[in-house]
């Protein structure tokens, strides 16, 4: 039994599946363990992949798709698998309306000017979806950056770091403050 061999066999398998997923989910992974030398054939392989969807019915659908193919795999390499949750899934987002446009308008005395999320910007993981499914959320997205960047990146964290991030920061704070304030 080569374990590697099978693991390296879900990645390629679901790296095809990720062609056909629907806008708003994500699958990402990594090896995290391999063997422990290369002559030697592993009896044991691992990886973490983490799943993403727009919805908590279609994560819920993700999950079954990459349970049924590792264990197809298994299945067709005479190994065996076994699919753990590291914790329990995050549930989508609610946004409360109401408390958004209050939100609005009070960042708005900022002179910043709100705008529905762009088609395929997407919350990622956060258990704020979770909180949402019981008390009235809001997850306002505020840029400290033009338009055509991106979070995650060196530039992100200099503007963090600086001058825009702190006053947008600043700014945002007395607009959930008001907010609160009204609620």
């Given at each position: 039994?080569?374990?590697?061999?099978?693991?390296?066999?879900?990645?390629?398998?679901?790296?095809?599946?990720?062609?056909?997923?629907?806008?708003?989910s994500?699958?990402?992974?990594?090896?995290?363990?391999?063997?422990?030398?290369t002559?030697?054939?592993?009896?044991?392989?691992?990886?973490?992949?983490?799943?993403?969807?727009?919805?908590?019915?279609?994560?819920?659908?993700?999950?079954?798709?990459?349970?049924t193919?590792?264990?197809?795999?298994?299945a067709?390499?005479?190994?065996?698998?076994?699919?753990?949750?590291?914790?329990?899934?995050?549930?989508?987002?609610?946004?409360?309306?109401?408390?958004s446009?209050?939100?609005?308008?009070?960042?708005?005395?900022?002179?910043?000017?709100?705008?529905?999320?762009e088609?395929?910007?997407?919350?990622?993981?956060?258990?704020?979806?979770?909180?949402?499914?019981?008390?009235?959320?809001?997850?306002?997205?505020?840029?400290?950056?033009?338009?055509?960047?991106?979070?995650?990146?060196?530039?992100?964290?200099?503007?963090?770091?600086?001058?825009?991030?702190?006053?947008?920061?600043?700014?945002?704070?007395?607009?959930?403050?008001?907010?609160?304030?009204?609620?």
């Amino acid at each position: 039994m080569d374990a590697l061999a099978s693991l390296v066999q879900l990645f390629t398998t679901l790296a095809a599946l990720r062609q056909r997923l629907p806008s708003g989910s994500h699958i990402q992974g990594i090896v995290t363990h391999g063997g422990q030398a290369t002559n030697i054939v592993p009896d044991l392989a691992e990886g973490r992949f983490g799943l993403r969807a727009l919805t908590t019915a279609a994560l819920d659908s993700l999950i079954d798709q990459v349970t049924t193919a590792a264990h197809g795999i298994a299945a067709a390499t005479a190994t065996t698998v076994d699919v753990e949750k590291v914790r329990a899934p995050y549930a989508h987002f609610r946004p409360n309306e109401h408390l958004s446009a209050r939100f609005d308008e009070h960042i708005a005395r900022h002179g910043i000017v709100m705008s529905p999320p762009e088609p395929g910007v997407f919350l990622g993981s956060s258990d704020i979806g979770n909180i949402s499914t019981t008390l009235p959320s809001i997850h306002p997205f505020v840029a400290i950056l033009d338009s055509d960047q991106s979070d995650h990146t060196p530039e992100f964290a200099v503007a963090a770091a600086g001058m825009r991030g702190r006053e947008v920061m600043l700014a945002a704070a007395d607009a959930l403050g008001r907010t609160a304030i009204d609620l």
